[in-house]
């Protein structure tokens, strides 16, 4: 696939799934989405933010242009005028979609004043639709900014670990030419964290691309960030070099898979002649307090 295909099909991809995945939404009593032209919109003359941050706008107005916008705001109908709608919740996202020049923005359009009976059925679209690792984080940050959840309570609430909530929000940070890949699944989310080790948002640009061009795994790619080799030669593999590791069974491999879906991070089984290991990676120290304490209470 050209990169000016992918971009065209990761632009219409959204429109696709918002069809589909409307029938299977949770109802909310007195909403519904719909597709909503965005000169109708106005801001929400309470809002109390009166500042935003003008890049980070314009930042998202760039990924919007490439994937669309993946998360709908919240309007109801402008009470003096049946043909508007009033902004409740998403400034900054209909800020961008204005800088964007998109002329439709997706949106709830509610009349009911329940804040929470909506964030619960937001919080149940989570599980109940099948997201892509970029849409699964620009819902988690719409529940932050709309509902000021935490990260704490997001995790409590959506049944994830505080660090798998914070590296899904990580992927926002991409440049927004390599957005549309990982929502694609070009990228997986795998390869996007590896990316986000990548201080220079142009060699984040380069990198992908290798990985698409030379086919790279997530460890490959990780072993060029972690080399410096972002724009090195291309990675071959060599007849007489290092020791190359023992390809794990089918059993090892769904073994590997169980380990890291428990721990809810990387696990490697490296088997071995004479000494395998099991190596359990972690985020920071306190992901590393939650896999001990996991640990320990499978030992009680």
């Known amino acids: 696939m050209t990169k000016k295909n992918l971009k065209s099909d990761a632009k219409q991809k959204p429109a696709a799934d918002d069809v ?5 939404l949770v109802p909310v009593p007195g909403a519904k989405l719909e597709l909503i032209e965005v000169a109708k919109v106005h801001p929400n003359r309470s809002q109390p933010r009166q500042t935003f941050d003008e890049d980070e706008i314009a930042e998202l107005a760039a990924s919007i242009k490439e994937v669309g916008l993946l998360q709908p705001i919240v309007v109801r109908t402008d009470p003096t005028d049946k043909n508007a709608y009033e902004l409740i919740m998403g400034e900054r996202r209909l800020r961008a979609c204005q800088l964007a020049k998109v002329p439709q923005v997706p949106a709830i359009v509610r009349e009911t ?8 059925a937001l919080i149940e679209n989570l599980h109940r639709v099948q997201l892509n690792p970029l849409e699964e984080a620009a819902a988690y940050q719409q529940l932050m900014e709309d509902f000021g959840c935490t990260q704490q309570e997001l995790s409590r609430r959506v049944a994830k670990s505080r660090p798998a909530i914070t590296n899904a929000l990580r992927l926002l940070r991409l440049p927004a030419s390599v957005q549309p890949k990982v929502a694609a699944g070009v990228l997986s989310a795998g390869h996007a964290r590896a990316l986000l080790a990548v201080s220079d948002p142009q060699d984040q640009e380069y990198l992908a691309e290798r990985i698409i061009a030379e086919g790279l795994s997530v460890r490959s790619t990780e072993e060029i960030v972690a080399l410096g080799n972002v724009r090195g030669a291309p990675v071959r593999t060599r007849k007489n070099g290092p020791r190359r590791e023992i390809q794990l069974s089918p059993t090892q491999t769904a073994t590997q898979e169980r380990w890291t879906e428990i721990l809810d991070t990387r696990v490697s089984l490296k088997p071995g ?3 395998s290991k099991l190596v359990i990676e972690y985020a920071d120290e306190a992901d590393l307090e939650r896999l001990t304490s996991l640990l320990e209470q499978a030992r009680q």
Request: proline letters at 0%; aromatic letters at 0%.
């Open 273 to 275: 002649k004479k000494i």
């Open 20 to 24: 589909s995945r409307e029938t299977s």
């Open 113 to 120: 004043s329940d804040n929470k009976m909506l964030l619960d």
